[in-house]
């Protein structure tokens, strides 16, 4: 499962409406970039290098699944659609807007396009002080200094007066108003990477299956009909566990917590998988076991069409998955239809996401949350 850089950008504006500017540049970030996670209070600065009128400048903190230098490309983008003209004389201006990228996790680059983190931060409390009410465990990775120790070191004495604080884009989206989320799909649909997500943005606590550690796994793609029941049984009993002992270790009316599978996707696949008689005497376990299990405050499916799932099952690589037959995983997402249809108290948002990727599109992964925020209402 890929992981989300954790990437701190620096803002400033200087020309027209300044707040304006920035308001309409922190957006476009979110929009096209990454997850706007935290933001700065804005702060009235001096012009650094050069006699000009003041900066507003704020920092922000994102999450984003790009490369440093994905990133440096679509900051360009962002400050040509907003107006800026780049001068190639190596002197300071004033600009409409001015983004720069300081730090990228605690990576150390140096190309002849990208420094990081960004080689004149410590000697600038424009950037340092915005970065400051970010609240980061973030260590510089060259002097080993967090940003209180930068601060106390820099020789810039100028003056850093707040101006007001920023909205953060995520604020709108009041997930908190859920404690406990399931997210259920098909095999391949990437319900555990939009959970981690999530997770992640949100800072919620996760509970993600390990279907991993499961030994019936891979002999059961070889030789279903001998392996279904115990590969069932083993599920259950892991799920079982799993759910009941990460459950016991939150607060479920006050921690938001988000799992990338419902014990109910047990009887789904059992459903499918097994023989008749096999699957009654299943069934009469699972009950008494169901009965048992908290219900999640929203149940999301991600539906994705069939060709997709194969596509991300192959590329994901997992040997065990690549003789996977369409008919089996179209079974598979008929079991979840029909047991979302038969549910009356389980509140259920499907969205389908067969021709949106999450992960690299941060507009695709925004339709997600706007999807969410709609069902709060």
Request: proline letters at 3%; a negative charge.
């Amino acid at each position: 499962m890929e992981s989300q850089h954790q990437v701190i950008l620096s803002i400033g504006s200087n020309l027209g409406n300044r707040l304006e500017n920035i308001v309409s540049c922190i957006q476009m970030i979110h929009q096209e970039i990454g997850t706007v996670i935290k933001i700065s209070r804005l702060y009235a600065t001096p012009a650094w290098g050069f006699d000009s009128a003041e900066f507003y400048n704020c920092a922000l903190v994102l999450h984003t699944f790009g490369t440093a230098q994905k990133i440096l490309t679509q900051i360009v983008s962002i400050e040509t659609q907003l107006g800026r003209i780049r001068n190639n004389d190596n002197e300071y201006h004033s600009r409409i807007i001015d983004i720069d990228l300081i730090a990228f996790d605690e990576a150390v680059l140096n190309t002849k396009e990208l420094i990081i983190p960004h080689p004149l931060m410590q000697n600038r409390k424009f950037v340092l002080v915005p970065i400051q009410d970010l609240n980061l465990d973030w260590k510089h990775p060259v002097f080993h200094k967090n940003i209180s120790e930068l601060l106390e070191e820099t020789t810039d004495e100028s003056t850093c007066d707040i101006v007001q604080t920023l909205e953060n884009p995520l604020d709108k989206i009041s997930l908190d108003k859920y404690n406990y989320v399931a997210i259920e799909g098909n095999i391949g649909a990437g319900k555990t990477t939009l959970a981690a997500k999530i997770a992640e943005d949100f800072n919620a606590k996760t509970v993600l299956e390990r279907f991993a550690d499961n030994p019936f796994l891979p002999k059961f793609y070889e030789d279903q009909n001998r392996y279904a029941f115990p590969l069932e049984m083993s599920f259950l009993a892991d799920r079982y566990k799993q759910l009941s002992d990460d459950l016991a270790q939150f607060d479920l009316f006050k921690d938001f917590i988000i799992a990338d599978y419902h014990i109910f996707k047990s009887l789904i696949f059992a459903k499918v998988t097994l023989q008749e008689d096999e699957y009654r005497l299943y069934k009469t376990l699972f009950d008494i076991i169901y009965k048992e299990m908290p219900k999640p405050d929203l149940y999301i499916y991600l539906y994705q069409n069939t060709d997709r799932l194969l596509q991300n099952i192959k590329k994901r690589g997992r040997s065990y998955e690549q003789k996977i037959a369409a008919s089996y995983l179209d079974k598979i997402n008929k079991g979840y239809l029909d047991y979302i249809k038969s549910q009356v108290d389980l509140n259920v948002l499907v969205i389908d996401v067969s021709d949106r990727d999450f992960v690299k599109n941060q507009k695709d992964y925004l339709y997600i949350l706007g999807e969410i925020k709609n069902k709060i209402r």
